[in-house]
């Protein structure tokens, strides 16, 4: 088959939704498909010519400097990256599948002629709420295409919307990600931890935990990793900017208990690579947190914006090995 994979811009840093994409994309190309990824400079031609100029400036900018190219992802050379100006029918190559990969690039998708292909909108996230353009959020759930998801809690609240949608799970890097340094072994008050900066992400409440934490507990240290520190880190945090997967697998095999305060996660990976590498995880009750955790199980959860539970199950974990 022909399966043309459409993301809504070029990701200049590590994103995990994009990551996933790139994952099938290489194993689909492997199992003999002609995939091709399009990643445009914008998602519809501009409309007045200023626009015009400043987009086509800044795609011929790009273009050369390379900068559209995703060199922090692992993509087979049996797979075809293209930086295009905008996603046009005359700029995105038709396929037997065009699939949109977020719901900011349905429209687009949905804009092409019947002749590109049949239209897919893979959905990583349950959008509804959390991103500023709820109407057209609304729009790409009701598009007359297939939907297919990552998770079953999304899958359960498109059924609740009328949406039939296809699961697809995420796999997971048994190979890039495990267990090196046995749990005794370890620092009980080491914490590690994402920083991102999506305001759903949860990240002050996240900050707000360490310090409640840490008040209580002074030999608390935090591991924090991301795009690039912040301002106004507290010192028990050390800060580790743009990690290759075998800096975060050594991050994770130091630390006791990973820690997120995600409003809002289509899945969560990294806290599933923190635990595949044995951190105890204290994360919040949110949908993509319930594809692996199981509050009392496999994790310490709490309601999500309330950073005194967090920090609670936080000092539970580590006063307490066996519980770990």
């Not at 031609?45 to 400097?65: E, F, M, S, T």
């Not at 349950?126 to 009701?142: C, I, M, P, Q």
């Not at 991301?226 to 507290?234: Q, T």
């Amino acid at each position: 088959m022909k399966i043309v994979f459409v993301e809504p811009g070029a990701s200049l840093r590590p994103v995990g939704g994009t990551r996933v994409v790139y994952e099938h994309a290489n194993r689909l190309a492997e199992r003999g498909h002609d995939v091709t990824v399009v990643l445009p400079a914008a998602q519809k031609p501009a409309a007045r010519l200023g626009k015009k100029v400043r987009l086509w400036l800044r795609w011929r900018r790009w273009k050369r400097d390379g900068r559209w190219r995703p060199t922090w992802a692992a993509i087979s050379p049996k797979v075809r990256v293209l930086w295009t100006l905008d996603l046009s029918p005359e700029r995105t190559p038709p396929g037997d599948v065009v699939v949109a990969t977020v719901w900011s690039a349905v429209e687009a998708v949905a804009r092409l002629p019947a002749g590109h292909g049949a239209k897919v909108f893979f959905a990583q996230h349950w959008d509804f709420g959390f991103e500023r353009d709820a109407e057209g959020v609304e729009r790409a759930w009701s598009a007359p295409m297939a939907k297919i998801v990552i998770a079953r809690s999304i899958r359960a609240k498109a059924a609740e919307r009328g949406v039939n949608a296809a699961l697809v799970p995420n796999g997971l890097a048994f190979e890039t990600f495990g267990l090196d340094t046995p749990l005794a072994g370890r620092d009980p008050w080491r914490v590690a931890m994402i920083h991102q900066r999506a305001s759903y992400k949860g990240f002050s409440d996240a900050l707000e935990a360490l310090a409640l934490a840490h008040a209580a507990e002074p030999r608390l240290t935090v591991e924090m990793y991301g795009p690039g520190a912040p301002e106004g880190l507290p010192p028990y945090v050390t800060y580790h900017a743009s990690p290759t997967d075998s800096d975060l697998r050594a991050l994770y095999n130091r630390s006791a208990v990973f820690l997120s305060a995600s409003h809002n996660e289509g899945w969560g990976l990294p806290p599933c690579e923190a635990a595949l590498c044995g951190a105890a995880l204290a994360i919040t009750d949110v949908l993509g947190h319930r594809e692996f955790a199981v509050d009392g199980e496999t994790a310490l959860m709490s309601a999500p914006r309330d950073p005194r539970a967090l920090a609670d199950n936080l000092l539970r974990l580590v006063a307490d090995a066996e519980l770990r």
